[in-house]
């Protein structure tokens, strides 16, 4: 990938990786351990971004 991205790009790249982080701790001490794992959570190495 480029080293200077475009900001469009470079906005897309953020939000994925905000959406990609861990359910809060409060969350899983809420639902008592059933949410721990966040569906759509994303590993660099088994999914990628179409970009």
């Known amino acids: 990938m ?22 809060p701790l409060w969350a899983v001490g809420k639902t008592k351990g059933k949410f721990r794992r966040h569906p759509k959570m994303r590993n660099w190495r088994s999914r990628k971004l179409n970009m």
Do not use: E, F, P, Y
């Open 2 to 23: 480029a080293r200077n991205k475009h900001l469009s790009r470079k906005k897309r790249l953020i939000k994925a990786n905000k959406q990609s982080s861990a359910v």
